[in-house]
């Protein structure tokens, strides 16, 4: 209700009857819950799994998940910390579809400026297992009371997932935000120096079949908004057209960073926060009583160093 | 695996190992099907249900649904036709969510320039009844195999859908690219001076809530790409950030405008195109055996005047 009631003041170049948008995905009543969570409900995310990208676009704040991929995250930092995506470039935007960006290359190919100093401190990691699924031990897995299309649909602490029970796996699921690795045809090509995050409806079929590291913390709407790439599959076609990535660090490498929390999707707040994300109220006419895996996001928030 | 090979040349700033990007949602094996799909399997669009609107960003092609929403879509040609759409604007655009624009309103506030003589055709149209869903008589559904988390998905010719078999309804799914109707919070305030698509995770929360009244057939990319408004709920601040609408008419009003067809989603190739989605190979080493509604679009197509 108050959402919707801030928005007749902005209320769209005078017309009357005023006609508004739909609301927000996330409702105020699922607000409300959030932000009246007890301390206890919400779990600290280590500075060292946060990589922070700042590019031509503005800054994106990822998440990365060790528990789903230790190798490739591991990979991943190894590369953050050699400073292989300093001046590198985001190289494919598709629609409804990923922003995908890649590290400097080794061989310095088709980068406009490439400084040898830079080029010295690189690795080259060797191909990576393919980390698709885990085993479901040592997580706790708490399922979505709703139906899903593909799988067992719920969340290990933090973590939009999903599981199949009989075989005793678990893994993360493609939704808005999530982070993967880009690789070639055979499973195990995947070396980290390429990565997407999806920007349109959740490609749930790409679970399992390709190697999620994390997720966008903050900043991906810049990125989101930058122009789609003309080449087959949304590529930008040259070195002018792709943006570039200015540097990319841990949040453990900056002093000032700010600490991140994510909610703990075993507490009763995370709970109340699905059912009000099904049963919204106000606007809508009809709850729709259930809601898909990738609309029902874990709150995840910014707190200053020195609280808690 | 065709699509993966041309991928191969523009890859990626010289890196060895290539990493490839994940394919795109439409695999080649379901292109395949639809190329060779025969005219018996496609359905013409009606050029009187065709809105083309352009704007600063480029040209959307909209298809409009009579068949689901009458009195809106009735009350949508209308402003068309009166030109109440020209000179609009682009009032929001909100991250995972939907792009919205309005028709210059009547008294024309807010809007920097008016040339009285397009002012005087306004229209002002009455408040339209709440057009949600409607009676399954008279409409083929053909239901989805796989498990949906709201209801039971599937297609009415041509479109995606969802239905409840017991109360006898059906209606229009919110995916990436469903245009629907702005409105207030009375459910019969919406007046079609306002519409929004959907930009982001397909929000099947609103379907039965908001009066869906077509689709965006083609255009779409760089009006998803347009900058995040910066106000409550993405709208743009100010004159200044709202990109105009140059004019907005009705495919039939336009002498060269090609021909649209959409594929008939009772035909066998659409069934296959369905399983297709469902059964991906190449780059897939585990296919998910199911697809969501909203990653099963229904393919259109542009066809030059004089063929069929």
């Known amino acids: 209700m108050k959402r919707l009631g801030l928005l007749a003041a902005p209320l769209l170049m005078g017309q009357a009857p005023a006609t508004s948008p739909p609301p927000s995905l996330a409702n105020t009543s699922a607000d409300e819950i959030v932000a009246a969570a007890p301390a206890a409900h919400w779990l600290a995310i280590d500075p060292d799994d946060i990589m922070v990208m700042d590019t031509a676009a503005g800054r994106m704040v990822v998440q990365l998940a060790p528990q789903f991929a230790p190798a490739h995250v591991a990979a991943i930092k190894a590369l953050v ?18 922003v995908q960006w890649a590290a400097k290359p080794e061989d310095g190919k088709q980068v406009v400026s490439q400084p040898p100093d830079v080029r010295q401190q ?14 479901a031990k040592g997580l706790t897995f708490t399922p979505s009371p709703f139906k899903d299309t593909y799988a067992q649909a719920g969340w290990v602490p933090g973590w939009q997932a999903a599981r199949d029970a009989k075989a005793g796996t678990v893994w993360l699921a493609h939704c808005y935000g999530t982070v993967g690795v880009g690789r070639d045809m055979p499973p195990d090509t995947g070396d980290g120096a390429e990565l997407y995050t999806v920007i349109g409806h959740g490609p749930r079929h790409l679970d399992r079949n390709i190697a999620n590291v994390g997720r966008v913390l903050a900043g991906i709407e810049p990125h989101a908004a930058l122009p789609r790439g003309t080449e087959e599959l949304g590529f930008y076609k040259d070195e002018a057209q792709r943006p570039k990535i200015a540097s990319v660090r841990l949040a453990s490498q900056i002093a000032s960073f700010p600490l991140w929390q994510m909610m703990d999707t075993a507490s009763r707040s995370f709970a109340a ?9 106000g606007f809508f006419v009809r709850p729709a009583r259930a809601a898909d895996l990738c609309t029902l996001k874990v709150p995840v928030r910014e707190v200053p160093r020195g609280v808690r």
Not at 84 to 98: E, L, P, T
Not at 273 to 281: D, E, M, P, S
């Open 273 to 281: 926060v699905v059912q009000a994300r099904a049963n919204r109220t």
């Open 122 to 135: 690189r690795v080259r990691p060797a191909p990576l297992p393919a980390e698709y699924e885990r085993s």
């Open 81 to 98: 910390r050699a400073g292989r995506f300093d001046d590198g470039r985001i190289v494919r935007v598709q629609d409804n579809y990923v």
